[in-house]
């Protein structure tokens, strides 16, 4: 499996992005997938993650509330809508493929990774 993550950009606090990933390869549409993010000199912290149909969501308390993550199996593709973006969300978002159905907070539960898309929120 093979991960493209795109979207990342820089934007004004209050501002909004929407980032997808891309999967190629089997192993996606059956497993979970999620949304994690590293800033500049900090460990990769969990911010989202969806069951393999969709219908499950699980979020970081820091980001409930203001990112919504979705996919759609038809495309392949992850999704992370994100709204009021502040400074502190600033990192490398990184994507994910799930080892299970339903992924969870821990990275030990992934098993394909992107390579990131930077997201600089400016102040």
């Keep these: 499996v093979q991960l493209q993550a795109c979207g990342g950009g820089l934007v004004q606090a209050g501002g909004s992005l929407r980032l997808s990933c891309a999967a190629s390869g089997r192993a996606s549409s059956n497993n979970g997938m999620g949304w994690f993010r590293q800033a500049h000199g900090k460990e990769r912290e969990f911010v989202a993650s969806i069951d393999w149909r969709g ?3 699980l979020y970081a ?5 203001q990112f919504t993550i ?3 199996n038809a495309k392949n593709t992850m ?6 973006l502040k400074p502190e969300d600033t990192a490398v978002y990184y994507c ?3 080892l299970r159905p339903l992924s ?4 030990d539960g992934y098993r394909y990774w992107g390579q990131g ?5 400016s102040s």
């Excluded at 308390?61 to 509330?65: E, M, N």
Aim: hydrophobic residues 30%; neutral net charge; aromatic residues 4%.
């Design 79 to 84: 999704y992370l809508e994100m709204n009021n």
């Design 96 to 98: 994910a493929v799930g």
């Design 70 to 72: 979705s996919r759609d």
């Design 117 to 121: 898309t930077l997201v600089t929120v």
């Design 55 to 57: 219908t499950n969501t």
């Design 104 to 107: 969870g907070r821990n990275t």
């Design 61 to 65: 308390d820091s980001v409930k509330g």
